[in-house]
């Protein structure tokens, strides 16, 4: 099983994990949400810790915490945090077609405007993803906007996580067991990746 392989099952296995017992064990969401609403969520933020690890890759390479060997990694792992994030969106779509999805757009028969912003903002992100991993595969020149679009993409992924969240987390019912609401942790990725690069 090569690195790239080995990290994308481990961190799908310790979100995936993390999501179950906070969701189901802690907060009682119905388990038979599991396979659309609970691995949603495990798929997002591990696709977001893939794209943070992967925009970091050559800060931590020149720092030396980390050895060459995964620079050799970066295309599998980008294309793994393309469909993980994909399948994100597909599942997102599917689940706004039931009662309990229906709930994150409309409030009191208001919509949630959070919400909608929330949405444009991931879509836009995945649209950019989607144009900067065509790119980053082509020998043809490349537009100066491409050498910023990983600051850009981590930057719309906390815009999103934060829209999305933010109003829950401040609240007691977000940190039921202690555990961090998801929206909130997939927000301190975006940022750790942020920070990361930075440290070229």
């Known amino acids: 099983m090569t690195r790239a392989r080995t990290l ?4 799908l296995a310790l979100t995936m994990a993390y999501v179950s017992v906070q969701q189901h064990v802690i907060s009682n ?5 599991l396979p659309l609403y609970t691995l949603n969520k ?18 931590l390479s020149i720092r030396g915490w980390l050895t060459e060997v995964w620079m050799q ?26 009662e309990y999805g229906m709930a994150f757009l409309w409030k009191e028969g208001n919509i949630r405007v959070e919400g909608i912003v929330s949405i444009v903002l991931g879509s836009l992100a995945l649209g ?8 980053a595969g082509s020998t043809a ?3 100066v ?7 850009l993409l981590l930057l719309l992924a906390l815009m999103h996580t934060t829209s999305w969240g933010l109003g829950s987390w401040f609240t007691s019912a977000a940190w ?9 942790m997939g927000a301190l990725t975006a940022l750790a990746g942020l920070w990361m690069r930075r440290l070229r």
């Open 8 to 11: 994308l099952y481990g961190l």
């Open 29 to 33: 969401v119905p388990w038979n949400l």
């Open 42 to 59: 495990a798929l997002a933020w591990t696709g977001l810790l893939l794209l943070a690890f992967i925009f970091s890759l050559r800060a």
């Open 73 to 98: 990694e970066r295309r599998a792992l980008g294309k793994s945090a393309f469909n993980l994030l994909g399948l994100h969106a597909l599942f997102t779509l599917l689940l706004f077609r039931t």
């Open 128 to 135: 950019l993803l989607a144009w900067y991993s065509k790119a």
């Open 141 to 143: 020149g490349r537009p």
């Open 145 to 151: 906007l491409f050498q910023r679009l990983p600051h």
């Open 176 to 184: 039921e067991g202690a555990l961090p609401p998801v929206s909130l």
